[in-house]
DNA sequence: AATTAAGTTTAGATATACCTCAAAAGCTAA
DNA sequence: TTAGCTTTTGAGGTATATCTAAACTTAATT
């Protein structure tokens, strides 16, 4: 692991290990706003991590130190090679544990967040190379999702929101966004919209209309909300 | 999990889940030295865990707080029955996991019990039962320990150690004690000295003499401090 | 240029979870 | 009864992670 080595400087706090915790995941929490917006504001970091923005401030101030990320007072933050080194690593683990889970464990596809969660901070190098093998090296998770290879590299598929086709497309799910709502992975699986499926929208109701979409000999029909969280590719 | 319910009170520091890391490893701690001498003396515990003999006491009382031991100044701990249900449960998590490790992941049996003492503490009852049943709910790990069953019980098998053998005696590898010593687990390996292995005494060189042990065709030599750490059973 | 609202940072606190050292206290066995 | 060992106390340290309230910066609006 890259695991931050200018972390484990003086202290050697005994039983390390389970430390960079926070530190990884704040990591992970910028590199995600920043595909949206950057630099990142301190306030979108609050909000992400449900903390107050003082607290990201103190917490920028030390990944700064730490070189993880270029920070200016009053100017957001964006990550350094090393800090997205390390968000990139954190988001491997989280990406592999979810597919490993489900494809070695039986796990469902809306369970594997919380556990994955946990876990991306704690395996060993050795372990992530052992699952990647075990699940032939994959490329993307079960929501659809990258999984940034070794070396950094990561492969975005162009996609757009299932909220902005019209009427009569015809596209293919690749990716569901939000992967940590359980409840909408549940009913995403109920209806059979999971990644890989092919529709073709037949009809957008007015206002904030629901969309049909033609999904084989079927019409699932599915609210805004959902739609937003829907990206798809064109056939 | 039982997972200390006691200590979730107040506090609610968001995104827990990593913390009873302690608490847990002390009570198992406990527990194990327990089979050697019960009640377990505050310098035990110190000495198992590396740290100095007054945090042990603080832990105690803290530990005692929480009702996972019995505690009195002076005379030592035992496990209250939580207690020891928290610490079989660490146990069980532990010895799964390093069986899992090696069967699903092909880790070799000295590599896996630093892992398995991270991830022990983080892996959640639904985990836990889908990578029991995956191996079929064994009742031994890698090393020969025991694994508690989910609902505590442990199938203890009588054991001799190998340096209490006199010349002649046929028996059976059951158990390697020290499972964390990795170079003299790669060396048994090496021997071919695994549970299950059947052997006879060959010959013990006087005063700590090194024991030779026939395995099929060859002959193996052991030295004490190996002796003392691989338990057996007559056949 | 001055005002203002929004966002950000500081300062000062609180809290928890470890841990250490040095000294006091307690125990036990000769 | 006392020496020697073990254990506990008390004071203190470090690190992490958070908060509130006040002060400040920035950018947009008069
Ligand atoms: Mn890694
Ligand atoms: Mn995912
Ligand atoms: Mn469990
Ligand atoms: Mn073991």
Redesign the interface.
């Known amino acids: 692991m890259p695991e931050i080595e200018a972390l484990k400087s003086g202290s050697s706090t005994?039983?390390d290990?389970?430390n960079h915790?926070a530190i990884e995941?704040y990591l992970k929490t910028i590199y995600m706003l920043a595909e949206l917006e950057s630099p990142v504001s301190t306030s979108r970091i609050a909000e992400a991590r449900?903390v107050k923005p003082a607290s990201v401030t103190s917490m920028l101030q030390r990944l700064a130190k730490l070189k993880m990320v270029d920070y200016k007072k009053h100017s957001g933050v964006t990550l350094t090679t090393a800090g997205e080194k390390v968000a990139l690593e954190v988001i491997r683990h989280h990406r592999l544990l979810e597919l490993y889970?489900m494809e070695?464990?039986?796990?469902e596809w809306d369970?594997v967040h919380?556990?994955a969660d946990?876990?991306e901070?704690?395996?060993?190098e050795?372990?992530e190379e052992?699952?990647a093998a075990?699940l032939g090296h994959p490329t993307v998770d079960p929501h659809g999702d990258p999984i940034p290879a070794k070396d950094g590299t990561i492969v975005a598929v162009d996609t757009i929101s299932l909220a902005n086709l019209a009427t009569g497309t015809q596209a293919q799910i690749t990716r569901i966004i939000d992967d940590a709502n359980s409840e909408m992975l549940r009913y995403l699986a109920e209806l059979g919209l999971t990644p890989g499926t092919e529709f073709t929208v037949v009809d957008i109701a007015p206002f904030d209309g629901p969309f049909s979409l033609q999904v084989g000999d079927n019409v699932k029909i599915v609210g805004r909300t959902i739609a937003n969280s829907i990206l798809v590719t064109f056939v």
């Open positions: 005994q039983r290990g389970l915790q995941d449900d889970l070695a464990l039986g796990f369970e919380e556990q946990i876990l901070h704690v395996i060993s050795k372990l052992r699952i075990f």
